[in-house]
């Protein structure tokens, strides 16, 4: 079936650091990918998505490229920030074989920005 | 912005006690979805429903839990016999269209804790 592994956390980086949050995945067909994004006390909320190979997603200085060669749809920002101290989860919801569009996530990573 | 509301944001109930978790989707989605994560683990889905009625269920959603919209706007996830590994966040999600590209929206999560 459908699943998706993303590194585990947390993930610990010093103020305007570079991020990495990897991402892999496996579906048949061509799923839509997506990054969700969850601050404290608040419910999960779309930060970006790619419905096709090599397409990009972006929004907030988030970046992260669907690449069907490597199954692969890694989070990336030049430079955190405390405001982006979050749970980051991955996921992909694709053409059924048979039921409903079922969106698949993964187990999500914590990131812990410090000043 | 519409959003979709979960109430309570906490429960703690007794083991063996009956549970309602209630959610308002956003009022023009058409499909609902619940889904839980229990502490360090993945997002699990549990079940999704249209047109007043399942279309899908996971393992998990075993005989001990049920949805239903009564009134055409809440949607609510029973659980009639509590058990202590039903202890986790509980999220509703709802989306207008069942297409790959098209995002579900969460609700903030209801935590449930069996004791």
């Known amino acids: 079936g459908d699943s998706v592994t993303q590194m585990e956390g947390p993930v610990t980086l010093s103020e305007e650091a570079f991020l990495t949050i990897n991402c892999t995945y496996t579906?048949?067909?061509?799923?839509?990918l997506f990054w969700y994004v969850q601050y404290p006390g608040e419910g999960l909320q779309l930060l970006l998505k790619a419905t096709k190979a090599d397409d990009k997603g972006s929004n907030k200085g988030f970046e992260a490229t669907y690449r069907k060669e490597t199954t692969s749809f890694h989070l990336e920002k030049g430079s955190v920030q405390v405001s982006d101290s979050a749970v980051y989860f991955c996921a992909l919801r694709r053409p059924p074989s048979g039921g409903s569009y079922i969106p698949t996530f993964g187990r999500g990573t914590s990131l812990i920005v410090h000043p | 912005e519409p959003e979709v509301t979960q109430t309570p944001s906490h429960q703690v109930t007794q083991m063996g006690q009956e549970v309602i978790l209630r959610c308002v989707p956003i009022s023009n989605h058409l499909y609902f979805y619940w889904y839980r994560q229990i502490l360090g683990q993945k997002v699990e889905f549990l079940v999704s429903?249209?047109?007043?009625?399942?279309?899908?269920k996971s393992e998990i959603f075993d005989d001990q839990f049920s949805v239903e919209r009564p009134d055409g706007s809440n949607f609510t996830l029973k659980i009639r016999s509590t058990k202590l590994e039903d202890s986790a966040m509980y999220f509703c999600a709802s989306t207008r269209r069942e297409q790959t590209n098209t995002e579900a929206f969460f609700g903030q999560g209801t935590r449930l804790t069996v004791v």
């Open positions: 579906a048949t067909g061509y799923p839509s």
């Open positions: 429903f249209y047109n007043n009625e399942i279309s899908e």
